[in-house]
């Protein structure tokens, strides 16, 4: 390549332009690896502080996975006994939130479906689940039958679902030879460039470990305070919505609109006014404002820096094309991507074009 300067770029943007149709074609197989790196990002400054107490890294790994699924089986286990005791609170208000529901129909369309009278609407409700039985046992084979071709055929999904199966396997690898990737990747860079290059991927890791641990705290400070809230409310399943609205907050303003939604329809089945369902809305929005404005900056600070709005753009990029896992992973990489922008824009201010030097 010495004698044709032409080729190595020529090389380089065949291979970027290879990859990015690896990564478009193959995106779905791609997310679990680049999730289980990211993890491996996470705990890799626990795993690096074991070994300096001359813990040999593949115990040290050991060691660390084993804590976090132990810590993540009490909190289940929790969890499910704080459940467990609401649903049964729930089971027993079930008839009168079913009498409550049959009272917000309108008589119009009671009168439509022919349950002028609860005890219409019982004898339709009898009837419905009597033909439900009464379905042809072949039928339901065939559509079972169906459902296993369509699966068996679908090669794309059942590699997608064994590649998150995979993920403690790849977080396994990624964490034991982390080093040696660093490694290698800086060998790849001209020297000319490495201490550039390592001062970029020192603010990568930073602004991802500084997200990553901040946004779970943040996550369990919101799931305490919705929980509190909607229990001094009176809302049944107060820890469950509570919860399920600070851990869907991982994605960004997800959990903020599930929880509206199941606590207002909560307090309207068991209040039937408008006071407790407002006073739900009111608390998550006094508690949306406490975090954007006191717990997202003092826990994760400007670390990541992104604008709400840049932050909703990269989560519906990021949910169209890898789904769930897309938006999990959006804010980072936006975020990482910010930090290259910045990196770009230093350059290019100093630049002759720039300056007209």
Not at 30 to 57: K, S
Not at 128 to 146: I, N, Q, T, W, Y
Not at 238 to 265: D, E, H, K, N, R
Request: proline share 4%.
């Amino acid at each position: 390549m010495a004698g044709k300067p032409w080729l190595f770029p020529a090389v380089s943007g065949g291979m970027l332009v290879a990859a990015g149709l690896v990564v478009y074609y193959a995106g779905a197989i791609l997310v679990p690896p680049l999730i289980a790196f990211f993890l491996a990002f996470l705990f890799d400054p626990l795993v690096t502080c074991l070994e300096r107490r001359r813990v040999h890294r593949t115990a040290a790994i050991f060691i660390v996975l084993t804590g976090v699924a132990l810590a993540a089986a009490l909190g289940i286990a929790f969890m499910v006994t704080s459940i467990t005791s609401e649903f049964q609170n729930v089971r027993i208000n079930l008839p009168d939130y079913a009498s409550r529901i049959y009272g917000m129909i309108p008589a119009e369309v009671k009168g439509y479906f022919g349950i002028e009278t609860p005890d219409k609407a019982y004898r339709q409700l009898q009837g419905l689940l009597d033909r439900l039985h009464g379905v042809s046992f072949e039928v339901m084979r065939e559509s079972l039958s169906f459902l296993r071709r369509a699966v068996s055929s679908t090669l794309a999904l059942i590699l997608s679902v064994l590649g998150y199966l995979v993920i403690p396997l790849y977080l396994y690898y990624f964490l034991k030879d982390l080093t040696k990737i660093r490694l290698r990747l800086a060998d790849l860079v001209p020297p000319r460039h490495r201490e550039t290059i390592a001062a970029r991927i020192a603010e990568i890791r930073e602004i991802l470990t500084g997200f990553v641990h901040g946004q779970l705290m943040v996550c369990a400070i919101l799931a305490v305070l919705y929980s509190v809230g909607l229990w001094v409310i009176g809302i049944d399943l107060a820890i469950v919505i509570g919860t399920m609205s600070g851990v869907l907050f991982i994605i960004p303003y997800l959990g903020t609109v599930v929880g509206i939604a199941l606590s207002m329809l909560m307090a309207v089945l068991k209040f039937h006014d408008i006071l407790h369902p407002l006073l739900c809305l009111g608390w998550f929005a006094a508690v949306q404002a406490l975090e954007g404005a006191v717990i997202t900056p003092k826990i994760v600070g400007d670390r990541v820096g992104l604008h709400p709005l840049a932050a909703i753009l990269a989560l519906l990029i990021g949910g169209q094309l890898f789904g769930i896992a897309g938006m999990l992973l959006a804010v980072p990489v936006a975020a990482v991507l910010k930090a290259f922008l910045s990196s770009y824009l230093n350059w290019y201010r100093a630049s002759a074009f720039f300056t007209g030097r």
